[in-house]
């Protein structure tokens, strides 16, 4: 039956090695585990009976592929085969999902074989699986010995159903791979019909060629690797004798005798480790509390002699490069730190492996070195070195030194020197860190202490500067207050002198085209009066620019006060009329019912409204219109009263509407281009913004514009 485990999205599918006793299915799991699992990974959870290695239970998993999402996971299982074991076999054959009968190929195992079989038929019926379509492959296994029966032979007895079929040596692994991997395939097959994948035969191929390819790199030849001794007993599987049983109990203790001297040693070896990682954590408690590199040396030395029973032993540190003595204790000279024959000493060859050095005479060998007859000179037979390593570097050399009552050094005591080391050599570089700290901070106080008179010197001539910095400002800001007085001056006197110029430059204007009008004017005067009244033009657009140069750079002063649309109309259009009336114009005016009266800076707006006004007239078309609409509008849930002018002129092209607002832009519109600075636009924008609006343009070429100035509702009085 298919397990599904929902928490890992695995489907565990459950495979069971069934067969005779001692057929050999215990061996075709091993030799399995060992294949594909030669890390060892997993665990094979065995049982052995009195007379049949077997596995009781066993978890195997292999990645086979996904369905729906779930990995396909394989669990190897296999039954003792002996006759009095049936409940454990009908107990682990329940949810199987494929069956691997492992027949044993001798002549005198047929009748097992068929028993056997029976017994599978029987268990699975009692577990609700129905024999005839569970998945089934036979492994026709110890195809190596001498009395097999062959295979044809075999398959007549048992395979009635023609399902696949190996020759198999399991010990040495020939045709297990190839079994398993055919149940293998067969146990996924039958799982995914009954998952829904029969309706879908590409998915179920997919899947099939995933699990052949998860399964390919096992089935080359048997891997050489550790092969265990098999032996084969001679007894078959019947019940074991009173006798068989009572060998095998005294066998078993034994074996359990054996188990508890190992178990005692085992406790022994434990409680000095315990003992040795108590030492290590109480010397690394009194190094955490050192404040000087005398206490962790000498506590050191001390602690290491203490605890691997000796007396002899010194300590060098690395110091510019060489190791320097800094204690000892038993010797007058510290043997390890001699040169020996080739010139370089084993505290030497310490720091530079980073490896402990151990050392042991043998009194009754012979004398082989120079530091064996200095060792046996001072009464002593052991000698260890251990480096004090921290972040890599070696910062000294340990050493100690045994006589013969206390023997070699194990490795047990080489693990504690060297557990020791490591807390002093972690102490000495934090020691080191401290001091090179100190000596930083002293350091930095003495820069902080000069930076601090610097800046206590800039800042007196910080203090100087500021005074002469208001000094300035107040200057500047005079000054600045002149420049505003000269500036509105300007605006006045500009605004005045076009005011004064306007009047008579447009009467004079008049009379040209009235004079050019008359009968009977020469032709030299006609063309005096042209040059005139071109003259004159131009110098009207330029008072009309310099009005609008004022208003442009005082776009935001004046005050708000009442105006009266009508007025504003008039005002605006007075200096247009010639015009309208030379391009033979018509201009409509609507103003819807309680925007007779606006809030604005009536001077500017008024500039504002004659500059969208002169160009709707200037580009317009002879015999065109120009209509003005005073109307409350609404742009993104704001209220505003919009003065709308629009022409039936050449309009603007799309490209050129963003450039309409620049200063000095006057298109290509033909004879009006040349009139004018270009500022029209670009007042009533700045006009608008200045009363808190905006100003849209909208035109479509051969079509006309649309200038909308937009004021924000307030700007109707109640």
Not at 80 to 105: C, E, H, I, K, M
Not at 244 to 263: G, H, I, P, W, Y
Not at 396 to 422: P, Q
Not at 654 to 674: H, N, S, T, V
Request: charged share 25%; hydrophobic share 45%; net charge neutral.
């Amino acid at each position: 039956m298919v397990q599904f485990d929902n928490q890992y999205k695995q489907v565990k599918l459950k495979v069971v090695y069934y067969g005779p006793a001692l057929g050999g299915k215990t061996t075709c799991l091993k030799y399995i585990h060992r294949v594909t699992d030669p890390t060892r990974r997993t665990k094979l959870y065995a049982l052995n009976t009195a007379s049949d290695r077997t596995l009781f239970f066993d978890l195997l998993g292999i990645d086979l592929g996904r369905v729906r999402g779930y990995r396909l996971m394989l669990q190897l299982f296999t039954v003792p085969g002996q006759v009095q074991y049936n409940a454990t076999r009908r107990a682990v054959l329940a949810g199987a999902d494929g069956v691997l009968f492992v027949a044993d190929s001798q002549s005198s195992q047929q009748t097992a074989n068929e028993q056997s079989l029976a017994n599978l038929a029987e268990n699975l019926k009692a577990n609700g699986l129905d024999a005839a379509t569970i998945p089934l492959v036979f492994a026709y296994n110890k195809r190596d010995l001498p009395e097999a029966m062959d295979c044809a032979t075999l398959n007549a007895s048992l395979n009635r159903r023609g399902v696949p079929w190996f020759a198999t040596v399991a010990t040495t692994g020939e045709g297990v791979m190839e079994s398993f991997a055919a149940i293998a395939e067969a146990t996924v097959r039958s799982v995914g019909d009954r998952l829904g994948l029969a309706a879908q035969p590409e998915a179920m191929e997919r899947l099939l060629v995933g699990v052949r390819a998860a399964l390919q790199p096992f089935l080359g030849p048997p891997p050489s690797a550790e092969s265990e001794v098999v032996i084969r007993p001679k007894a078959t599987a019947e019940t074991l004798s009173a006798e068989e049983l009572v060998s095998e109990a005294v066998r078993a203790n034994l074996s359990m005798t054996d188990l508890n001297a190992k178990l005692d040693q085992l406790g022994q070896e434990l409680a000095r480790r315990i003992r040795q990682l108590r030492a290590i954590n109480e010397f690394g408690r009194l190094m955490s509390g050192a404040r000087q590199s005398r206490q962790v040396t000498s506590g050191f030395l001390d602690a290491l002699l203490r605890e691997l029973g000796v007396s002899c032993g010194s300590l060098l540190l690395e110091r510019n490069g060489t190791l320097e003595e800094v204690e000892r204790r038993g010797l007058a000279e510290d043997p390890f730190a001699r040169p020996q024959a080739d010139g370089r000493s084993p505290v030497a060859a310490v720091v530079e492996s980073q490896q402990p050095f151990v050392v042991f005479v043998d009194e009754t060998g012979p004398i082989t070195s120079r530091l064996t007859e200095e060792l046996l000179g001072l009464g002593l037979v052991a000698g260890l070195s251990v480096p004090l390593v921290a972040q890599g570097r070696v910062l000294g050399v340990a050493t100690a030194y045994g006589d013969a009552a206390r023997g070699a050094f194990s490795d047990d005591d080489r693990d504690l020197a060297m557990g020791l080391a490591a807390n002093a050599a972690v102490a000495l570089a934090h020691l080191r860190a401290l001091g090179a700290l100190e000596e930083a901070n002293r350091t930095l106080e003495a820069t902080v202490a000069a930076r601090t008179r610097e800046l206590e010197l800039a800042l007196t001539q910080q203090k100087v500067l500021t005074e002469q910095l208001e000094a300035r400002r107040q200057e500047l800001e005079a000054a600045n207050a002149r420049l505003g007085e000269l500036e509105a001056l300007k605006g006045e006197l500009l605004s005045y002198v076009a005011s004064a110029f306007e009047e008579p430059v447009r009467s004079i204007q008049t009379a040209a085209r009235v004079l050019m009008r008359e009968e009977g004017v020469s032709e030299k005067a006609t063309k005096l009066l042209e040059v005139v009244h071109a003259e004159v033009t131009r110098l009207a657009d330029l008072i009309v620019s310099t009005r609008q140069a004022t208003v442009l750079s005082a776009a935001e002063g004046g005050s708000v006060t009442e105006v009266a649309v009508a007025d504003l109309m008039k005002r605006a259009l007075s200096p247009l009329r010639s015009a309208i009336g030379e391009r033979k114009l018509s201009v409509h005016v609507k103003v819807a019912q309680g925007l007779e009266r606006l809030l604005a800076r009536a001077e500017q707006l008024e500039v504002a409204l004659r500059a969208v006004l002169r160009n709707a007239v200037e580009y317009n078309t002879p015999g065109g219109s120009v209509t003005v609409i005073v109307q409350p509008t609404q742009r993104d849930g704001k209220a505003f009263t919009e003065i709308q002018v629009t022409d039936t002129g050449q309009g603007i092209p799309a490209e050129d509407i963003p450039k309409a607002r620049e200063r000095f832009w006057r298109g290509a519109a033909g004879e009006a281009a040349a009139h004018g600075l270009g500022l029209g636009l670009t007042v009533a924008s700045r006009v608008a913004e200045a009363h808190q609006g905006t100003l849209e343009i909208r035109s479509e070429p051969g079509r006309g514009t649309t200038v909308s100035i937009l004021l924000p509702a307030r700007s109707t009085p109640a």
